[in-house]
């Protein structure tokens, strides 16, 4: 790549990332002279939740105007920048004694311990940086229909889920009433870049968010500094929630707004500052607009702030009568929030509505089916003399909305069944590990504070935290596939639930505050909290490693097991298990260690040097002005701009070998804009190209015509199609495709072999 292609690229990223930062620092710092209880955390939350809405919101708009693309969007953010500046300069010379421009100072000297939870979370930080930026994602949705989503958005500067010719840009039916706020974020990132160098660095910032807000939490619900930054850590190094940093699934985010918005609701019912309640209704919108669940998730957020509110009416009337007053909440930053809120939280359901019923495009254009035909198989089979039995319980088609609900852990799990347990209890020991444990254990132990402690326990913070834990555990069980199945029948669970185990992060995230609050309760010690960060730390780090070797050697055919089955199998087989394990690590045990240096070198340097020289003055007033935070964001920028150009290139060097080199034919083998067909294929996103620039269309195969589909990719002037892997296929499906297929066929090869374990590309003949 030329260098200047790359800083030009760079910089670009750059100003969409700093745009919002004056308004940001705005809204942060007037909420700082509102606030009594302010901390350099909560300064953190406030640029880091504005700054998502800020972006999501503009996406959005953008989008709904075609103008997702890099002129507009960079118009966009200087505007926000210059807007946002002369506001600030504004405010400074008119009142210049009112507001506190200086960054919030720590209360008290960090400690030791807690210097080393801060330099073990930040090098787990660079390490999912450097994951996400140098190795393109395998993960199945992600491929399937996340990344598709973006792609058509940077092809056409639109919100839109349709082909060039009208069609669903993917199969999978779900995902086109999905909502896509986080996706929007991504976007904003692929395009400076004009590839998916970092479409996963909103998940990254997802991260963050999750780890200062579950800390806020913790303090807010009594915790100690250490204690809230324990429960932090370990909440950030949990495997699975590592795992999940370099996709584009929206179920980290989801729980990172979900923590954000509830420790805004809670800091808004403490200090009735109006600027935290707005930032609470645009996380609330947020939230209901990054998933479907999250719809839930919102409602319940907002009856619970009600009910506080109720609740601290009915108390002291007099005092809120005067606060409750019309004109006191018609605030510009308060319709803001209340703006963002039904921006961010109705956008897609709005759209999705309004499409479903009046869909987009003239359907005179649209040639190919919408829908794939159940194929029937072309060979009749022969009558038998004997009848086949008649089964003693004809069951019922199941409703679609009650599928639903037997895909949930609720309806699918039965306490009786140890096979159950069995299966549930590996998945969440191997996935959730260390900390996992560590939090129930500390929950556990609460009782022993009511005959230990002294001080009143059974307050209105304890009963708040044990009904978010309750609420967000029932949540779990009866969210969709939590069961890891399709809930095609009842009392059946699936390995699958391993994987899904990421629908559980909200109730992960409440679950380390309880811990927090609890281990300061019980006055757990110092050296045992920081012992088991760093342990949680390492085993995170590598089982993270682990799991992506194993997922790649899945995705390219290596291996024909899954890292859920492969659990799995341990309740059975655990010895033919760690050699399964063992004969995949194999190649690459060096790779596994690297990172695991990576980390381990600096922590030692960094334990040795607080021994040697106690006083940690210096490392205290590393943030104290904002001077040496400017300094400090430079030497990274410059830093940035060395390291990522070299992330680049490590970037494609295994991009070529995950995806096999598909990239690479498709460079060189067809011009940009030209027509790519796919179908029986769940990496759809492969057919792209690196620079997202060719038309794939969805054109569902049809085995009964072959003539007629054949001749309607031939007027859709549909040169190339590709398909596979295959999961299934049944034998009508198969045999069409081996016709197709063979040397006589319509279809010739071009890359790719094996199309039951790749991704294969055919030509049409002449």
Known sequence: MLIMQHLWEFS?????????????????????????????????LVLLTTWTIVQVSTGLILGSCDRLNISAIILAEILIFAIASSLIYYKKISNLSSLNWQIPQLKQPLNKGEWLIIISVALVGLLLFGNLATKPTTNYDSLWFHLPVIARWYQTGSLTLLDAAGNWIFEQEQARVYPYNWHVLSALCLIPFREDFLTAFPLLIAWVLEGISVYLLSIKFGATRIHGMAASSLVLTVPMMLNQVNTIHPDLPLAAIFTVALYW?????????????????????????????????????????????????????????????????????????????????????????????HPVGDTKEILFPLQPVTIPSPVQPLPSPIK?????????????????????????FNPSNIDHWKTLGLQIIIRLQVPFMAFVFQV?????????GKTKIINENTIILTVLLACTGILYLITPYTSGTAGESIGKISPLLGFNLRYGFPFLSVLGIAAAATATLLKTRNPVVVTLV????????????????????????????????????????????????????APYWSDILIPSRFYLVPMTLAWILF????????????????????????????????????????????????????????????????????F????????????????????????????????????????????????????????????????????EPVFGKDFKTKSVLYRLKN
């Open 265 to 357: 609701g809670l800091s808004y019912y403490k200090s009735r500052d109006l600027s935290e309640l707005s930032l609470f209704f645009a996380s609330t919108g947020m939230l209901a607009g990054i998933k479907i669940i999250g719809l839930v998730y919102a409602a319940s957020l907002l009856g619970g702030l009600a009910i506080l509110e109720i609740k601290r009416f009915a108390v002291n009337q007099k005092s809120t009568q005067a606060q409750f007053r019309i004109l006191h909440l018609i605030k510009p930053v308060l319709l803001c929030g209340i703006a963002c809120f039904l921006l961010l939280g109705g956008f897609w359901y709005t759209r999705n509505l309004l499409h479903i019923n």
């Open 12 to 44: 670009l990223f750059l100003i969409i990332l700093i745009g919002p930062i004056p308004l940001c620092l705005s809204l942060a710092f007037g909420n700082q002279n509102e606030n009594n209880n302010y901390s350099f955390a909560h300064f953190l």
């Open 611 to 678: 021994k040697i020289n106690p006083g940690l003055g210096w490392l205290n007033n590393l943030f104290s002005t904002r001077r040496k935070v400017s300094y400090i964001v430079i030497v990274c920028v410059c830093i940035g701009l060395i390291v990522i150009g070299n992330w680049r290139e490590q970037r494609d060097v295994a991009r070529t070998k995950l995806y096999r080199g598909i990239y690479e034919y498709i460079d060189k083998n067809t011009v940009p804009d030209e027509k790519i067909g796919f």
């Open 534 to 585: 760093l342990v949680s730390s390492i085993f995170g780090i590598l089982s993270n490693t682990i799991f992506d070797i194993i997922r790649n050697a899945s995705f390219t055919g290596d291996s024909i097991v899954w890292g859920s089955l492969l659990i799995d199998n341990f309740k059975s087989h655990p010895l033919k298990a760690i050699q399964t394990i063992w004969k995949i690590l």
């Open 444 to 452: 556990l132990a609460a009782p022993l504070a009511l005959t230990t």
């Open 388 to 412: 086949p039995p008649i089964p003693s319980i004809q069951k019922p088609p199941v409703a679609p909305l009650f599928k639903i609900w037997q895909s949930t852990l609720a309806a699918q």
């Open 680 to 747: 029986l294929s769940y990496r759809s996103y492969l057919f792209y190209g690196k620079n997202l620039n060719r038309q794939v269309l969805y054109v569902p195969f049809r085995a009964d015509r072959l003539s007629a589909w054949i001749d309607n990719l031939r007027y859709n002037r549909v040169r190339i199609v590709g398909f596979g892997p295959m999961n299934s296929t049944n034998a009508g499906t198969r045999k069409a495709l081996s016709k197709l297929t063979s040397a006589e066929g319509p279809l």
